[in-house]
């Protein structure tokens, strides 16, 4: 390259990142530069996230406690928390346990539908929620495909929590799955293998050295799937009726404060929502910096 | 015991990787599976382990018909060659985890765990995780792993591969001590010939997935069966389709009635061992491999012309 041709070409070659990063702190523009970029990226994040979240929590508290206390001891609240808790704790073991399942299969198995199982896997992220929803009623109503047979066994699927349960767990389907999959790939089977001779079986193996190898993929993919089954509206909204008191998750309750003019109820309730969430989050913080603490 | 693979293929969709492959280990033997990369050798070796099942062919341990058995059930002790540590286990728990699944009491894995542990020198480290060990130290913890359950066989994966090369020369010589020791029936792979006729009673010569030759290292050496292993074992100085150790070629100071004349092209000293470059009256060059201290009485240099004395050439028939 000529020495005229190296000032024209100034883009940062991949080739040498170490030295290009070190000759731009040192660089004026540079350093204005990466300025830039972080306040835009801060701006964006406070005005996306941060001031709506500020907002919801300055509104909730801007009377002070009582209001609040009397909004969280509410009945249908209490009952809505419950029920959404309960949805959670049904639909996060299911898809956890589904959603390991279906990435064996499809990193370790050698079925020949192995690809289209993967398109699959990641429609509940392609399909609107509502229309979600909407196919279980059809599917599951009174005059729906499995209907007579439910209606003679007693068993009221939609307008109730099953339903409910099925459609959280529908839209919360392939995060396990999809974070799960590539710790697999990047754990490789020789650990498996060393296990298989040393004479551990099928489940031994599993329990023993694959689970707990990717452990952490599947934390993060249950956290996302906790996240995402408390926040379910959509779906959720279509299936259960949103009965009152019955089959009102928090975030339908949430909605329906909202619209009744009751925004201390609402905004106490997705204050509530927020916090859950949160938990999570920085559970699974907790969770993995002990695991990376032992350095495994 | 005993290891007999008869007439064993194995095809991964159009590549051959084992062309009607036959090798016998005697009971107690110390055996090397040398080749090139993609020789057949690994696969060769996890054929016996029961982690690749044959196309065809059958495998034999102990006398025992093992070609269907699955890996868990035949008794094999497998040393990976990036040595697959369960990396959330201690080194204890990793040597002890064969005996666990096995559901041996508690104190007699213990007990069998610290005397391993000793055995490969890793006494002390008994608490800490793979991610705090060096590459030698996870290599002997694997080793004292596919111990712990007492193998019929030991297979080996190219056990010093991915060491750096003074470990590596430390290891082998503690390999081969470990094995007159415990006298287990071993196969190691490796594509490096030094290793393998240093560590292995019995060198089987692998290339393209069939076997070219199996001996001892100096039936290989001084009775190459072709060209392909004659130049895998030692060094070869080609002379047109013919064959010569170059150390066989002589360097004389008086020319005589057997001799030829040659020109020092190009002179490298490699400490003891001097190469010697030549190009020889009619154009063709080989190469000459001398002692120092020859290299210094014939005071050679660059441009030089010498006698020298060419050994009867090997052919092989094509």
């Known amino acids: 390259m000529s020495a005229s041709g190296a000032g024209a070409l100034a883009l940062p070659r991949p080739a040498a990142p170490a030295p290009a990063a070190g000759a731009l702190s040192n660089d004026r523009a540079g350093r204005r530069r990466r300025l830039a970029v972080r306040v835009l990226a801060l701006g964006y994040l406070a005005l996306l996230l941060a001031a709506p979240v500020v907002m919801i929590f300055y509104r909730t508290f801007e009377h002070g406690l009582a209001p609040v206390w009397d909004a969280i001891t509410a009945p249908n609240f209490q009952h809505a928390f419950l029920l959404s808790l309960e949805v959670v704790a049904i639909a996060v073991p299911l898809n956890t346990a589904f959603g390991i399942g279906m990435a064996l299969l499809l990193e370790r198995g050698r079925s020949r539908w192995r690809g289209a199982l993967g398109l699959i896997i990641d429609l509940p992220f392609a399909i609107s929620p509502v229309v979600v929803g909407l196919a279980l009623v059809l599917a599951y109503g009174r005059t729906g495909w499995f209907g007579d047979w439910l209606t003679e066994h007693g068993v009221q699927v939609i307008f109730s929590v099953p339903g409910i349960v099925i459609a959280t767990a529908i839209v919360s389907l392939p995060f396990v799955a999809r974070e799960t999959i590539p710790v697999l790939r990047e754990i490789g089977t020789d650990a498996e293998q060393a296990a298989t001779t040393l004479g551990a079986g099928e489940w031994q193996t599993f329990w023993r050295v694959t689970l707990p190898a990717i452990r952490w993929g599947v934390v993060y993919g249950v956290v996302l799937t906790t996240a995402r089954a408390l926040g379910e509206f959509g779906a959720v909204s279509v299936i259960s009726g949103r009965i009152e008191g019955q089959t009102q998750t928090l975030p339908l309750y949430v909605q329906d404060r909202f619209e009744n003019f009751d925004l201390t109820g609402a905004y106490a309730a997705a204050v509530v929502l927020a916090l859950l969430a949160l938990a999570t989050l920085v559970a699974m913080n907790l969770l993995t910096r002990r695991g990376r603490e032992r350095g495994t | ?318």
């Open chain 2, 1 to 318: 015991m005993a290891i007999e693979v008869q007439n064993v293929s194995k095809r991964f969709g159009t590549f051959t990787a084992l062309d009607d492959v036959s090798v016998r280990v005697a009971d107690g033997a110390l055996t090397a599976l040398l080749g090139p990369s993609g020789s057949g050798k690994s696969t060769l070796l996890r054929v016996i382990a029961g982690l690749e099942q044959p196309d065809s062919g059958s495998v034999h341990i102990g006398g025992q018909d093992m070609t269907c058995a699955p890996a868990r059930s035949r008794e094999v002790g497998f040393v990976f060659q990036h040595y697959a540590p369960f990396k959330h286990m201690t080194v204890a728990g990793n040597v002890g985890f064969g005996l666990k699944i096995r559901r041996r009491p508690k104190r007699e894995i213990e007990q069998r765990v610290s005397e391993l542990l000793a055995l490969v020198r890793l006494d002390g480290l008994a608490g800490r995780y793979p991610s705090q060990l060096s590459g030698g130290q996870l290599q002997r913890m694997a080793l004292a792993r596919a111990l712990a359950v007492q193998p019929n066989v030991l297979l080996l994966d190219e056990p010093f591969g991915a060491l750096d090369v003074q470990v590596r020369a430390e290891l082998r010589e503690w390999l081969r001590r470990l094995h007159d020791e415990i006298h287990v029936t071993t196969i190691f792979v490796t594509h490096d010939q030094e290793e393998a006729m240093e560590v292995a009673g019995q060198i089987v010569v692998m290339n393209g997935g069939r076997v070219e030759q199996a001996g001892t290292s100096q039936e290989l050496y001084e009775k190459p069966r072709n060209e392909f292993v004659m130049s895998f074992i030692g060094p070869v100085s080609r002379l047109g389709d013919a064959y010569l150790r170059p150390h066989d070629i002589q360097i004389l100071s008086d020319a005589d009635a057997s001799s030829t004349e040659a020109m020092v092209r190009r002179i490298v000293r490699l400490g003891f061992e001097v190469r010697v470059e030549l190009t020889l009256p009619d154009g063709r060059e080989v190469w000459a491999q001398i002692t120092r201290d020859t290299a210094n009485e014939l005071e050679l240099s660059e441009g030089q012309i010498l006698p020298v004395r060419l050994p009867a050439p090997r052919l092989f028939a094509a």
